[in-house]
């Protein structure tokens, strides 16, 4: 008996003490920024196991998405210094556009914490998991990759893709009516991609059988791991083939995707007669075909990793931002009109745009950059300062003011803090494309991150996205269905549901 209730003290004691010790911490971290305004609490927003905003407690996973520029505008600072107790660390979290510029173009300054971006080199290494000069050398062999001549693929693709959906799907119908939003632009952005990523052509009445050699489908095996690719990171692979149903329809769907990948890699290298072809696949072995250097080719891993988030960032992204597009322009009926009298003014009637005409259909392009600045296909972008610095920041009044950003220090650009930043956007809660018509704070716009690392897919997202806001809306009205379920509600009730749970 003696004994437990000496283990007890003893373990009481070296709590006590494990406790006092994190506190101190704590305490030095508070001291390391000045005590800057912002978060303190036990845990981070990192923390996948407690996504919740709890005052005290935690900030809450995706908070910026939520709360846009609230906690910024009651600091009355538009950089924050979190710091959280277990375990005690510094997070500064940005939505100052002369700070984000800063750490963008920083590099070595600013490095991403590669950890964080583990999911996407399931299939092997690619510029988005790499720093310093691996990352320069694939850069330099993927980024040609993506071309004018592509862009012109991808435009006349995503024509071809539209219209199939409008002769062969919907036919003569004077109304569709859909469930849910992405039923349609997720299947646009997969066949865009197929072809004008891989030179694989699908068309909407795909035959579902697979090819010799495979169980699945390309287009089946590419949606279930996008949607899924989670899996590969947080379950064991021999869960994932004895598991349950879905995790082993998700394993299947994963070795096939890899033997998709392998076989085109494959069979473009060994052909006789090899086509002009301006896909990116095509592009990219092309490109690393023609590298003089032996040591800066990317061997066959890094060029499936590099293809696979070719597919990823090419499809769901874009198939996300259109359906928030076609939702926020049924939800705001006024700019949807101005939208379609735009593309009455500046196309021809009866005929299909061409690529030749992209520069015309700025409205298109705006409506699209709206919709991004309410949507950030990436809500936060994550860096790590490699050295005791700190920012300069302007207040409101003019004022400046020196944040303390200590060594290891966690830095985040709330994108869509930085988006709804009223310093620098007229009426930020409102949606308004004619904002981005003229000029507009680009050093406040960061849809596809910034600086050196900024996302080189940007023209492709831009040219898949025009063409299919324009070539829908020249010809369809899209509108909130009516449901009984929802009468009554507030237009942001109506808002805030619809862009939850895409229900146009």
Known sequence: MLESNQLLILLAIFSLFYLVQKLVAFQDK????????????LISDRLIAFPFR????????????????????????????AVCLFPPSVTIYIADPAVVKEVVGARARFPKPLDAYQILATFGSNILVTEGEEWKRQRKITAPAFSEKNNRLVW??????????????????????????????????????????????????????????????????????????FLQIIVPDWILRHGTPKMRYFKRAYDEMGQYLREMVDARRTAQVKDERYDLFSNLLDANELELDSEAKLTDDKLLGNIFLFLVAGYETTAHTLAYAFI??????????????????????????????????????????E??????????????SAEDTAFTVTNAAGEKTTVPVPRGSYITITVPSLHHNPRYWDDPGAFKPARFLGNYPRDAFLPFSGGPRGCIGRGFAETEGVAVLAMLIAR??????????????????????????GRV
């Open 30 to 41: 508070i001291r390391a920024v000045n005590n800057w305004p912002g978060f303190r609490t």
């Open 54 to 81: 709890l005052r005290g407690v935690s900030p809450g996973q995706q908070w910026t998405l939520y709360h846009k520029h609230e906690d910024y505008a009651k600091a009355g600072t538009d950089v924050l210094a």
């Open 156 to 229: 006349d693709e995503t024509i071809n893709v539209l219209e199939d959906l409008f002769q062969n799907v919907w036919g003569d119908r004077q109304v569709v009516e859909l469930d849910n939003i992405v039923d349609v632009t997720v299947p646009i952005t997969l066949l865009v991609i197929g072809v004008a990523g891989f030179g694989r052509r699908i068309t909407w009445n795909e035959d579902q059988i697979a090819p010799p050699g495979h169980t699945m489908t390309f287009k089946e095996a590419l949606h279930e791991v996008s949607h899924r690719l």
């Open 328 to 369: 926020l322009l049924a939800l705001y009926p006024d700019e949807q009109e101005a939208f379609y009298q735009n593309i009455k003014a500046v196309l021809p009637p009866d005929r299909t745009p061409t690529y030749d005409e992209f520069g015309s259909l700025s409205y298109a392009l705006a409506v699209m950059n």
């Open 371 to 384: 919709t991004l600045r309410w949507f950030p296909p990436v809500v936060n972008i994550p860096k790590v």
């Open 476 to 501: 369809y009205r899209v509108e909130v269905r009516d449901d009984p379920a929802f009468a009554g509600e507030t237009f942001e009730q109506r808002r805030g549901g619809c862009c939850g749970a």
